[in-house]
Nanobody
Framework: QVQLMESGGGLVQAGGSLGLSCAAS????????RGWYRQAPGKQRELVAQ???????IYADSVKGRFTISRDNAKNTVSLQMNSLKPEDTAMYYC??????????????WGQGTQVTVSS
């Protein structure tokens, strides 16, 4: 099982910046994609950004141009740099990785979540 350890997050004023980081316990070769999701109170969990093994990225429309996802294969981490934060970005942010336990056994692991709060 791939274990994830998140760091970062916190409280920031609107227009400010925060960075999130997530370290995986297993070797990078098992992981096919890494991403960040968020869930605000009363809302469904949604994809914020994802980076695949080939380096391609996906962003939610609401964060395009403001958030940047990146990975460091040597450190086995994925990061999310969040700029120009808005109050509506307030949510619990979760790290996610998709990985293969075997060639036919695709799995998903989640971090414990880190709170991001943007004050107006």
């Amino acid at each position: 099982q791939v274990q994830l350890m998140e760091s970062g997050g916190g409280l920031v004023q609107a227009g400010g910046s925060l960075g999130l980081s997530c370290a995986a316990s297993e070797n990078a070769f098992k992981i096919t994609s890494r991403g960040w999701y968020r869930q605000a109170p009363g809302k469904q969990r949604e994809l914020v950004a994802q980076i695949s093994r080939d380096g391609s990225t996906i962003y939610a429309d609401s964060v395009k141009g403001r958030f940047t996802i990146s990975r460091d294969n040597a450190k086995n981490t994925v990061s999310l740099q969040m700029n120009s934060l808005k109050p509506e970005d307030t949510a619990m942010y979760y790290c996610n990785v998709v990985w293969f336990a075997s060639i036919v056994d695709r799995r998903s692991s989640w971090g414990q979540g880190t709170q991001v709060t943007v004050s107006s």
